[in-house]
């Protein structure tokens, strides 16, 4: 038991961040293993599918719970898009509830212990945010052509500084795609740290027993707490994800 309790106490909190390969696959000199990330992604999505199956395959006039935080999600999305995209946005809708949804589900799996946060690595937060920048200066394009480049150059700009602006406002449009990733990275990373710490230490006092078994009281009732803020965390880290993904994509349509 001791030993147990020692390596436990021992175990690094960043641990729980390591990418196992779970089923080795070598594919024409590329390493495409299936691993604890590439699992839990799929776990998720699947997640996601089945439980939205599920509310509309028991669809009725009065909604259940279930059903009414399905359509709580909805509005939220639905509200994201009309605030920051007007009805122009209605056609970007299911990309965007798609990617709200894709996220808290990888946030809210990653809360059950020994289960793995696939949103707590930059490779993947850094992979989503990318190959969402790069659809969305596809639609760029496709709505005003040449003139797309004009986003880089505010109107009545000095001609003599317009290299400066050109050059600072391209800096700032490509920085986009590492805030947003960095940004979820980041929350996830550090609230999931600070929780196996503060566990690590109520299973200390615990294992010590003695005064120490009712002092432990403190940090248990601090780590509930923090158990609390990590699901709001959760749910706020995907909001804020998707909202920017909506400005930035009202940014391409709108040429601001």
């Not at 001791?2 to 729980?16: D, G, H, I, R, T």
């Not at 990418?19 to 390493?31: D, R």
């Not at 986003?151 to 000095?158: A, E, N, R, T, Y």
């Not at 929350?187 to 503060?198: A, P, R």
Request: aromatic residues 16%.
């Amino acid at each position: 038991m001791y030993n147990v309790n020692k390596l436990f106490f021992l175990a690094s909190p960043l641990e729980q961040f390591e990418i196992i390969p779970l089923l080795p696959i070598e594919l024409f000199g590329l390493n495409i293993s299936i691993t604890n990330t590439s699992l839990f992604l799929m776990l998720s999505v699947a997640l996601s599918i089945f439980w939205f199956s599920l509310v509309i395959y028991k669809n009725k006039l009065i909604p259940t719970n279930w059903q009414s935080v399905k359509e709580l999600f909805y509005d939220v999305a639905m509200t994201l898009v009309q605030d920051n995209l007007g009805k122009k946005g209605h056609a970007y809708f299911p990309f965007i509830f798609t990617i709200f949804i894709i996220i808290l589900f990888c946030n809210l799996v990653g809360m059950v212990p020994y289960s793995f946060t696939v949103t707590s690595h930059i490779a993947f937060t850094f992979g989503l945010a990318f190959s969402i920048y790069i659809g969305i200066n596809i639609i760029g394009f496709q709505t005003h052509g040449i003139k797309f480049f004009t986003i880089f150059l505010p109107k009545g700009v000095p001609l003599f500084i317009v290299p400066l602006v050109v050059a600072i406002e391209f800096v700032s449009y490509v920085v986009k795609v590492f805030t947003i990733s960095i940004r979820l990275f980041a929350n996830m990373t550090s609230g999931h740290t600070l929780l196996k710490i503060i566990a690590g230490f109520v299973w200390t006092m615990i294992s010590i027993g003695g005064l120490f078994l009712y002092l432990q009281i403190i940090p248990l009732i601090l780590l509930l707490a923090l158990i609390g803020l990590e699901i709001g965390i959760a749910f706020l880290q995907a909001y804020v994800f998707t909202l920017l993904t909506c400005i930035y994509l009202n940014d391409v349509l709108e040429m601001h």
